[in-house]
């Protein structure tokens, strides 16, 4: 685990805290401005989803100015501190009565507000908290990270070096300005050998390693796309949450004077000066001026909150919708991303030779008019059993290395459950990727195993040589007797020898973590 990501444990309790967080401090905020309206003798309050259950009386107006559970709700709105009902009597300082105070009742109803508020945050944002855990694809990604590198030149797995091992049977490595193996066989067997089989060794090694990479890529990218999506889920909720109460910006300039409407005469007054600077006859355009001065006269509440960004809740609540909708937006970008990277690595896939995905099958018939190994097919041919011992030799590393790396892959699919999105459902693109990490580990199966095959062809075909040869055959012996155990066991039977136990085609998965 590299604690690059939080846990999805961990995950869960923050967003937990942080939306608790927000209805906390969305209750105070609503409270405050709630108490505020109804001092001012009205019960519309700003974000309100429904009317308040009590609508202030006239003869209530006056009691609200100095009620003990509206100066909390103004000045306080801790629940620590919520007063009870016995707290208000009802008694009007101003006019020396007592009236009706519903002021209780009405704070308790915004606190179901506030709470429905944080229920609706928590079900309008993706749905990522019960999974994937991503340290698991995290640790899918260094398990294809190493498997990449140990398929790279320098980097070296158990006894044997791969790139060394695949040089030397692509005959790309040289010595003395020729081929090491080509002057020690020749003729139509070698050269059949040559231009099928050895000839995609190279192909798939590279093809193969690009694969690895790309999955491993894919795996990580999955993380990210989930990583930057919680990220941004807890960035918007802290973000909502510390707006509530943030400052006004100061203005860039000083604002412009503004014509202040106090009464009727006074919106009369402008309306008929600006009728008479025109003309008798009111233009077009001067009943919407009409209309909007009749409308600003309505609002009998002084301005609230004046000195924060948001002063109304109903612009608040607007600019969290915002902030969600972005989020879905962002993160179905990423995911139509993610996909069409999928999409990519399969259409790569699906225009490569398989041969050069998984390696040429020896085991197929040969082609028609193919030299049988020991036959010169009537053309001249030179064999050095040592050499060809040599290059068996090769294809039993490579899939003794092989087989390693196979095992490392297969661990992978520990992972498989963790490609999800949102709700823990799959995407097709997670549907995807995981078949196409069931074909690479495919890949490196049949690898390993025509690598096995090959070595035993190839050491077949040595032994037929020293049949027909007593010089060979004393080469035989002398390379059998250096080359270890392999070399003295009988092809197609049950491996025994210490090199070809630890060749396994079929690892043991653990199986796909939910």
Same mark, same amino acid.
């Given at each position: 685990?590299?604690?690059?990501y939080?846990s999805?444990?961990?995950?869960?309790?923050?967003?937990?805290a942080?939306?608790?967080?927000?209805?906390?401090?969305?209750?105070?905020?609503?409270?405050?401005?709630?108490?505020?309206m *109804?001092r001012?003798?009205t019960s519309?309050?700003?974000?309100?989803?429904?009317?308040?259950?009590?609508?202030?009386?006239?003869?209530?107006?006056?009691?609200?100015?100095?009620?003990?559970?509206?100066?909390?709700a103004?000045?306080?709105?801790?629940?620590?501190?919520?007063?009870?009902?016995?707290?208000?009597?009802?008694?009007?300082?101003?006019?020396a009565?007592?009236?009706?105070?519903?002021a209780?009742?009405?704070?308790?109803?915004?606190?179901?507000?506030?709470?429905r508020?944080?229920?609706?945050?928590?079900?309008?944002?993706?749905?990522l908290?019960?999974?994937?855990?991503?340290?698991s694809?995290?640790e899918?990604?260094?398990a294809f990270?190493?498997?990449e590198?140990?398929?790279?030149v320098?980097?070296?797995?158990?006894?044997?070096?791969?790139?060394?091992?695949?040089?030397?049977?692509?005959?790309?490595?040289?010595q003395?300005?020729t081929?090491?193996?080509?002057?020690?066989?020749m003729?139509l067997a070698?050269?059949?050998l040559?231009?099928g089989?050895?000839?995609t060794?190279?192909?798939?090694?590279?093809?193969?390693?690009?694969?690895?990479?790309?999955?491993g890529n894919?795996?990580?990218c999955?993380a990210a796309?989930?990583?930057?999506a919680?990220?941004?889920?807890?960035?918007?909720i802290?973000?909502?949450?510390?707006?509530?109460?943030?400052?006004?910006?100061?203005p860039?300039?000083?604002?412009?004077?503004?014509l202040?409407?106090?009464?009727?005469?006074?919106?009369?007054?402008y309306?008929?000066?600006?009728?008479?600077?025109l003309?008798?006859?009111?233009?077009?355009?001067?009943?919407?001026?009409?209309i909007?001065?009749?409308?600003?006269?309505?609002?009998?509440?002084p301005?609230?909150?004046?000195?924060?960004?948001f002063?109304?809740?109903?612009?608040f609540?607007?600019?969290v919708?915002?902030?969600?909708r972005d989020?879905?937006?962002d *993160?179905?970008?990423?995911?139509?991303?993610?996909?069409?990277?999928?999409?990519?690595?399969?259409?790569?896939?699906?225009?490569?030779?398989?041969?050069?995905l998984?390696?040429y099958?020896?085991?197929?018939p040969?082609?028609?008019?193919?030299?049988?190994a020991g036959?010169g097919?009537?053309q001249?041919?030179a064999?050095d059993?040592?050499?060809?011992?040599?290059?068996?030799?090769?294809?039993?590393?490579?899939?003794?290395?092989?087989?390693?790396?196979?095992?490392?892959?297969?661990?992978?699919s520990?992972a498989?459950?963790?490609?999800?999105?949102?709700?823990?459902?799959?995407?097709?693109?997670?549907?995807?990727?995981k078949?196409l990490?069931n074909?690479?580990?495919?890949?490196?199966?049949?690898?390993t195993?025509?690598?096995?095959?090959?070595?035993?062809?190839?050491?077949?075909?040595?032994?037929?040589?020293?049949?027909?040869?007593?010089e060979?055959?004393d080469?035989l012996?002398?390379?059998?007797?250096t080359?270890?155990?392999?070399?003295?066991?009988?092809p197609?039977k049950k491996?025994?020898?210490?090199?070809?136990?630890?060749?396994d085609?079929d690892?043991?998965?653990?199986?796909?973590?939910?």
């Amino acid at each position: 685990m590299t604690g690059k990501y939080m846990s999805g444990s961990e995950y869960s309790a923050t967003l937990t805290a942080a939306l608790n967080s927000y209805w906390q401090t969305l209750e105070k905020r609503w409270l405050h401005d709630a108490g505020l309206m *109804l001092r001012g003798g009205t019960s519309l309050i700003s974000g309100a989803p429904e009317p308040a259950r009590w609508q202030v009386p006239v003869e209530s107006r006056g009691h609200l100015t100095t009620c003990p559970i509206v100066e909390w709700a103004v000045n306080d709105g801790t629940p620590a501190n919520r007063p009870q009902a016995e707290a208000c009597d009802g008694w009007s300082v101003p006019e020396a009565k007592y009236a009706e105070c519903r002021a209780l009742d009405v704070f308790s109803q915004v606190g179901d507000w506030a709470w429905r508020k944080r229920e609706q945050l928590a079900t309008a944002i993706p749905d990522l908290a019960g999974g994937p855990e991503l340290s698991s694809l995290e640790e899918a990604y260094a398990a294809f990270s190493s498997v990449e590198k140990k398929m790279r030149v320098g980097d070296a797995m158990g006894d044997h070096d791969l790139d060394t091992q695949i040089a030397l049977l692509a005959g790309t490595n040289t010595q003395s300005g020729t081929r090491a193996w080509m002057t020690g066989w020749m003729g139509l067997a070698a050269n059949s050998l040559q231009d099928g089989f050895l000839a995609t060794v190279g192909p798939t090694l590279t093809h193969q390693d690009i694969l690895v990479k790309w999955l491993g890529n894919s795996y990580s990218c999955r993380a990210a796309i989930i990583h930057a999506a919680r990220n941004n889920i807890l960035h918007l909720i802290a973000e909502a949450t510390t707006a509530l109460n943030e400052a006004a910006p100061a203005p860039a300039e000083a604002p412009k004077e503004k014509l202040l409407l106090n009464s009727v005469s006074d919106a009369w007054d402008y309306a008929t000066t600006i009728i008479g600077a025109l003309g008798r006859k009111a233009p077009a355009g001067v009943g919407n001026t009409l209309i909007l001065l009749e409308f600003a006269m309505e609002v009998k509440a002084p301005p609230m909150n004046s000195n924060l960004r948001f002063p109304q809740l109903d612009a608040f609540f607007a600019h969290v919708d915002t902030g969600v909708r972005d989020l879905h937006s962002d *993160l179905d970008k990423a995911e139509k991303e993610y996909h069409e990277a999928i999409k990519a690595i399969e259409h790569e896939i699906a225009g490569v030779d398989r041969r050069d995905l998984e390696l040429y099958d020896m085991t197929q018939p040969p082609a028609k008019g193919a030299a049988k190994a020991g036959s010169g097919g009537g053309q001249r041919y030179a064999v050095d059993v040592t050499v060809v011992l040599q290059l068996a030799e090769a294809c039993y590393g490579a899939a003794e290395i092989y087989s390693g790396l196979l095992g490392e892959l297969a661990k992978t699919s520990y992972a498989d459950g963790q490609l999800v999105g949102r709700g823990v459902v799959p995407t097709d693109a997670d549907t995807a990727l995981k078949q196409l990490r069931n074909d690479v580990e495919s890949f490196f199966q049949k690898t390993t195993a025509r690598y096995l095959a090959a070595g035993d062809r190839i050491k077949e075909a040595a032994e037929k040589y020293a049949q027909t040869d007593a010089e060979q055959q004393d080469r035989l012996r002398t390379a059998i007797g250096t080359l270890g155990d392999w070399a003295k066991e009988e092809p197609g039977k049950k491996p025994e020898g210490e090199k070809r136990d630890r060749i396994d085609l079929d690892p043991d998965k653990e199986g796909a973590q939910n």
